[in-house]
């Protein structure tokens, strides 16, 4: 005889501790659940607005500067340390998780312009108006610096004068070369008290200049004759150049994806390029009202962040035509240059308000130990929120985002403006033959030629 | 003539020159005088150096536009220039005259120039300068050109070709010198070798141009190699960045190697535990261990006595229970059983006396219930609390709290035994009805009737609980007299109901019309009605015809009434609505209920034309009046109508019936019915309530109205136009509505905004086609509708990273060729980290080849 019985294993249902979850079983039948489309819009709403109200992006600000900050380096080797000059030559060290400088670089008479660390980061290299070059031993992180409240001041290890004031500078990844941009390109090593390499092309200015990270002998420039243009060490010549319409001010590789650079641009536009074809952006990442002023990559290369002229840093994703964040407050001012935090987890930017900001990537994040089930609810409810982002009530709440006031009426009149400008050009080749009037797409738009 | 041509060359050269600016005359007048030439270069002053004249800045007038050819009014000619003939020679070739006094000014310079020219001979050839002294007395013969020859203005031989220097006629004049065969044996040789010959290198900007075209390559190449990489990043579902992290010991082992034993006891502790002996005798079998298992004497007495002692407390407590056993005075276990019944345990104990215990209790409770006396009912709590005392006293509120409690506690419902009894009648009552709802009426009957026998013989009084009261008692067994009655009314009812068996349908229209009552008597006697109803239910299962009489009856006296007092006697079936709302039967008996629900069962399946009314009333619930639109005359006459019937019917019982045709009933069922007229107004309706009618302008008493004029002039115009446009946009509304030309039809243009927000207006980006965005969102992805173990991967994010975790650049890595391996299993592979990926590539790949060389 067959008999059905309900076995109930002990085994199952005991909990080892006290503090243990209760087993729970599902039938995972899904004519038992016949609302679950609809709890889950639910909970991808209630995820939407949750974000919105734990959206505190501000972490706090850095205050020290006696002038607008120009430049910021990171440190590669070392997650707290951030490095920040301004324009009446003063360089600190910072200590991001106590927000308070550890110490300083005294010794340059004009505006530091450019700012960057050897990769080992035992090295911070600076340049700037008064045309030299110096390197700084940077000190060793210890447990004292948090509580040493005195600030202590440290010699450049060399000193090098040179012909033309600087207007950036860039460390090789993994490497003892570092690249300043002036008058021409030039390639400097540790060692050397005058340029190893030197390169012209044209006779305008270079104004800013990147290493490529992936492959550590190339790098691009941008020129105030409007051109981004990428060198080669090795062959020491460069390679390509293209002319834009208006002037890139600075420029940021991919770290993730060795072929692929991003320019800030002047018009308030973002160029993604493949190096290996630059007639024409890959991306054009449009939403800042005022020149871009400086850009950084996440070192996951999946977003980047930009500060701009209109008082307002912002995040875009690295394919993305809109930018998905925007960060701004009352008292920042023009931002000058923004940086990427190395483990992405946060976004620096200095401003013209003589203060950096220390901002998370990512608004609504939570800081500190998050326990796993806690981060098991996180994901769950970003992967609702991102699977019913497209409906209207979860976009309206995601998409919301407070501008400042002359923010918005700048893209207000943007808008207005490119719609008669549409508008126009579609009235034109209404009335005119067929064929004859050929609009470029917006990715080549801006680019004028690409130079031999 | 040699004047002439060089004044034509001057001139020629200033009208090359001198295109300056069109400056008006007089500051030309002011340059002139101030003897300054605007644009003098150093050849300007070469030339004009001779004629040493006052250089004037020319005006020079605009070529016309014509000739310009700026506006392209002439036909376009090919060729401006004069076409000389085939045979024209150029008799400047010939003319020399000119040159030589030309080049009269130059003489000074000679002389250096000859010893310089002797020099570099010299060097070139690498003979002695003895061997040109005879060429550099005769006087070279030079020609001038108007302009210096350079490339871009080459002598005529060069242009044409000919006249080409060879080394030949180079060598002739010093043929036969010393060390001429020298010299020609190197230059045979250098002739022969035509390898070392050395082009002049290319401008500057084109070596760049093709330097950079071929760094351009080069770097093209360099950045290829990472597309493989870059393209599997962008292509996993999630990229791990949180991988490879040393943050120290990982694992407590690793901590506890590095522990280093600091304090006494710890080194203790250490010496033990790295002790060889114990070691090996761990190792080996374990026995060696019993032999180093020292124990000591004390710990051993120690346990013994202790286990003594335990064993002798148990003994003594075994001889007292023994003890008190024996004794046998009754007051003795009295206050013992005193003592336990008013510990809680007693109770425990005893089943008897728990069963009592739960009575007294209830007891309580049904005198709680009834009293509330401790629910603040109290004269004094009642005083207490109506002058705030309460609030006031700590020791009043707590008194009332208390009491408060204790309410609480003795009104608490009890778990007891013998309650099952009322819920399980509910619970019947309840399948009843759900029951009748569902079953045919046949069966329904039965049903009931079965029911009705068991509560008819299921008359004995409960012993215990609340029900077993006195005066509930006496309550029940008054209610089950009844019940017993009714029900055998009841069952003799069902036996007469299934009597008449085929001729169902008939008998319930009978029944039907017998329920029938007007809506005025429901109005106006509500009270009376219900009474009534239920008088008449028992009576109606008495027999029928005394039911119809009762019925008939009735209906006068309700018609005589209200005749008078309305005129319009519609028949509203609220009366029956009522019963199905709230039935006598819920206040009568559970039998009553079941009969109405069997009945208006009955009802729902025979009738069919009540059973449309009542679908008509149903949405109009409170729109009682508007069914008075009804036909009053009709109306009475049908219902005469349907009376007739009803006797012709209940006597069909007895006699023959001549069933009527099929049409004939199908028109007798609805004859009162206009369906279409129906639909057209419920269409009307429709129509209103999404395309509402515009309000009619009215104005606000005493606005306008204060004189006469204003009267007469009556609404004023914009009113009017307003009220117009929205007509007008009504009836174009109504035109372009999808039903507008469909008669039969009502399709609803009302927009559901709930619906609505759970669409897209556009299919957003990434996806191409309807059906796969709509799939992407069609299996849920939360915890509580997937297994634990695939959750994780549902809702893994993009990136995965830690924060705290530097990012380094990506690493270079070879493309490895097993991939595609590994793409046949995409749902191992597609989590891993790309670098883990690698690696488990590798290795995936080391085991496919050895299993290729074993095959």
Not at chain 1, 112 to 127: A, I, K, M, Y
């Amino acid at each position: 005889m067959k008999i059905k019985t309900l076995s109930r294993s002990v085994d199952e249902y005991t909990r080892e501790r006290s503090q243990d979850l209760q087993r729970v079983f599902h039938n995972f039948d899904p004519s038992l659940r016949p609302m679950e489309k609809a709890v889950e819009y639910k909970r991808a709403l209630t995820a939407a607005k949750l974000e919105k109200i734990f959206a505190r992006p501000f972490v706090g600000a850095m205050d020290g500067h006696r002038d607008g900050v120009s430049c910021m380096a990171k440190n590669p080797n070392y997650l707290k340390g951030i490095f920040s000059a301004s324009m009446d030559g003063d360089i600190r060290l910072w200590d991001i998780s106590s927000r308070r400088t550890v110490c300083q670089f005294p010794g340059h008479q004009g505006a530091v312009r450019g700012l960057t660390v050897s990769t080992d980061g035992n090295v911070l290299v600076s340049c700037g108006t008064d045309c030299t070059v110096r390197l700084w031993k940077v000190p060793r992180p210890t447990l004292e610096d948090s509580s040493v409240s005195s600030e202590n001041f440290i010699e450049p290890a060399a000193e090098y004068v040179w012909k033309n004031a600087f207007w950036a500078v860039d460390h090789q990844f993994e490497g003892e070369l570092f690249a300043t941009a002036g008058a021409q390109l030039e390639i400097w090593n540790h060692n050397r008290a005058s340029p190893v390499q030197s390169f012209q092309w044209g006779t305008d200015s270079v104004i800013s200049v990147r290493f490529n990270p992936g492959e550590p002998d190339i790098l691009a420039t941008s020129a105030s004759d409007r051109s981004i243009t990428i060198y080669d060490l090795r062959m020491s010549s460069a390679a390509r150049r293209i002319i834009m319409m208006t002037k890139t001010n600075s420029i940021a590789w991919n770290p993730m994806e060795p072929m692929n650079l991003t320019a800030a641009n002047e018009d308030g536009s973002c160029y993604s390029f493949d190096g290996r074809k630059m007639d024409e952006a890959k991306c054009v990442h449009k939403d800042h009202v005022s020149a871009v002023m400086d850009i950084d990559f996440s070192p996951t290369g999946r977003e980047f962040v930009t500060g701009s002229y209109d008082r307002s840093v912002r995040i875009f994703p690295y394919n993305g035509g809109h930018s998905r964040e925007i960060y701004h407050t009352k008292r920042m001012q023009r931002v000058f240059c923004v940086k990427y935090s190395c483990d992405a987890t946060y976004v620096l930017s200095g401003s013209d308000d003589t203060n950096l900001r220390l901002w998370k990537a990512k608004a609504s994040e939570q800081l500190g130990v998050i326990l796993p089930r806690e981060q098991k609810k996180h994901e769950y409810n970003e992967a609702v929120k991102n699977r019913y982002k497209h409906l209207p009530e979860v976009k309206r709440i995601v998409r919301h985002r407070h501008l400042p006031k002359p923010i918005y009426k700048a893209l207000g009149i943007i808008r207005t403006v490119n719609d008669s400008k549409r508008r126009k050009e579609d009235r034109r080749r209404a009335h005119s033959a067929p064929g004859t009037i050929v609009t470029k797409p917006l990715r080549q738009r801006r680019i004028i030629k690409e130079v031999e | 003539m040699g004047e002439k041509r060089r004044s034509t060359s001057k001139t020629l050269g200033k009208n090359k020159r001198r295109k300056g600016p069109h400056l008006p005359n007089s500051i030309l007048k002011t340059i002139a005088n101030e003897k300054r030439p605007l644009n003098s270069d150093e050849e300007d002053d070469e030339i004009d150096s001779d004629d040493a004249i006052v250089d004037l800045y020319e005006y020079e007038e605009g070529v016309p536009e014509e000739e310009s050819r700026k506006n392209n009014r002439y036909d376009p000619v090919v060729n401006y220039n004069y076409e000389l003939p085939e045979d024209f020679e150029d008799e400047n070739v010939e003319s020399d005259d000119d040159d030589e006094g030309g080049n009269s000014d130059n003489e000074e310079g000679e002389g250096d120039d000859v010893v310089r020219h002797t020099r570099m001979l010299q060097a070139v050839t690498g003979m002695p300068s003895a061997a040109f002294d005879g060429e550099s007395k005769r006087k070279p013969v030079l020609f001038t050109e108007a302009y210096p020859e350079s490339e871009f203005n080459p002598t005529r031989d060069v242009l044409e070709g000919k006249g080409l220097l060879t080394i030949d006629e180079l060598m002739a004049p010093i043929e036969g010198k010393p060390g001429f065969n020298e010299l020609e044996k190197r230059i045979s040789r250098m002739q022969k070798d035509a390898q070392a010959v050395v082009h002049a290198p290319l401008p500057k900007p084109e070596r760049e141009r093709l330097e950079r075209k071929a760094v351009k390559g080069l770097v093209d190449k360099e950045f290829n190699k990472w597309v493989h990489m870059v393209k599997r990043n962008r292509e996993a579902p999630t990229v791990y960045f949180n991988q490879n992290v040393s943050l120290g010991y990982s694992t407590v082992g690793a901590i506890a190697s590095e522990f280093q034993p600091r304090t006494d006891f710890e080194k203790k502790m250490a010496s033990v535990l790295n002790d060889n002996e114990l070691g090996e005798a761990h190792d080996e079998d374990g026995a060696k261990l019993l032999e180093l298992n020292e124990v000591s004497v004390e710990d051993q007495i120690k346990y013994r006595d202790h286990i003594a002692k335990m064993r002798s407390l148990l003994f003594r407590h075994e001889l007292k229970s023994k003890r008190i056993k024996k004794i046998k005075s009754k007051t003795y276990h009295r206050l013992k059983g005193k003592d336990l019944k008013k510990s809680a345990m007693g109770a425990l104990m005893d089943p008897e006396m728990a069963k009592e215990e739960a009575m007294k209790q209830e007891a309580r409770r049904v005198e709680e219930r009834m009293t509330l006396k401790h629910k603040n009912t109290g004269k004094w709590a009642k005083r207490m609390i109506s002058r705030g005392l309460n609030v006031k006293y700590d020791g009043t509120r707590a008194a009332i709290s208390e009491q408060l409690q204790i309410n609480a506690t003795l009104s608490r419902k009890m778990n007891s035994t013998n309650d099952g009894s009322s819920s399980d009648e509910s619970d019947d009552e309840e399948e009843l009805n759900d029951g009748s709802d569902q079953d045919t009426p046949s069966k329904l009957i039965a049903k009931a009737r079965e029911k009705t026998l068991k509560t008819v013989e299921d008359d004995e009084v409960p012993n215990s609980g609340l029900l077993s009261l006195p005066f509930m008692a006496r309550a029940m067994k008054k209610k089950n007299e009844e019940a017993i009655e009714g029900g055998k009314r009841a069952l003799e009812e069902y036996e007469e109901w299934e009597n008449s068996g085929g001729e169902e349908n008939p008998k319930k229209t009978a029944v039907v019309s017998g329920r029938r009552v007007f809506g005025a008597t429901a109005k106006v006697e509500a009270p009376k009605e219900s009474r009534k109803d239920s008088d008449n239910f028992y009576d109606n299962s008495d027999s029928d015809n005394d039911t119809e009489g009762i019925e008939n009856n009735d209906l006068g006296a309700v018609r005589d009434t209200a005749s008078p007092a309305r005129n319009t006697g519609a028949i509203t079936e609220t009366e029956f609505d009522d019963d199905v709302e709230n039935p006598a039967s819920k206040t009568t008996f559970d039998v009553a209920l079941f009969a109405s629900g069997s009945w208006k069962k009955m009802k729902g399946c025979q009738n069919a034309e009540t059973k449309k009314k009542l679908k008509k009333h149903v949405p109009y619930s409170k729109g009682q009046d508007k069914k008075e639109s009804r036909d009053d005359e009709s109306e009475d006459s049908e219902s005469e109508a349907e009376e007739m019937v009803d006797g012709i019917l209940t006597s069909a019982s007895k006699e023959t019936y001549e069933i009527p045709s099929q049409a004939e009933l199908i028109q007798r069922a609805f004859a009162g019915d206009d369906v279409v007229d129906e639909f057209e107004k419920e269409k009307q309706e429709v129509l209103n309530q999404e395309v509402p009618e515009p309000e009619k302008p009215v104005l606000v008493p005493g606005w306008g109205q204060w004189t006469n004029i204003q009267k007469k002039r009556g609404l004023p115009s914009w009113m009017v136009r307003e009220h117009e446009d929205a007509k007008k946009k009504r009836t174009l509304d109504l035109k372009t509505r999808k039903d507008a030309r469909l008669r039969h039809v009502i399709i609803s243009e009302k927009v559901d905004k709930k619906v609505e927000k759970l669409h897209t207006t556009t299919l957003p980006f990434p996806y191409t086609s309807k059906e796969v965005f709509e799939h992407s969102m069609r299996m849920p992805i939360g915890p509580e509708f997937n297994p634990a173990t695939i959750v994780g991967s549902l809702n893994r994010p993009e990136v995965v990273k830690r924060a705290g975790v530097i990012i380094k650049p990506l690493k270079f890595e070879e493309a490895n060729p097993n991939e595609k391996v590994d793409d046949e299993h995409p749902r191992s592979n597609q989590k891993q980290n790309p670098k883990k990926g690698g690696k488990t590539g590798k290795g995936q790949s080391k085991g496919k080849s050895k299993q290729k060389t074993k095959a």
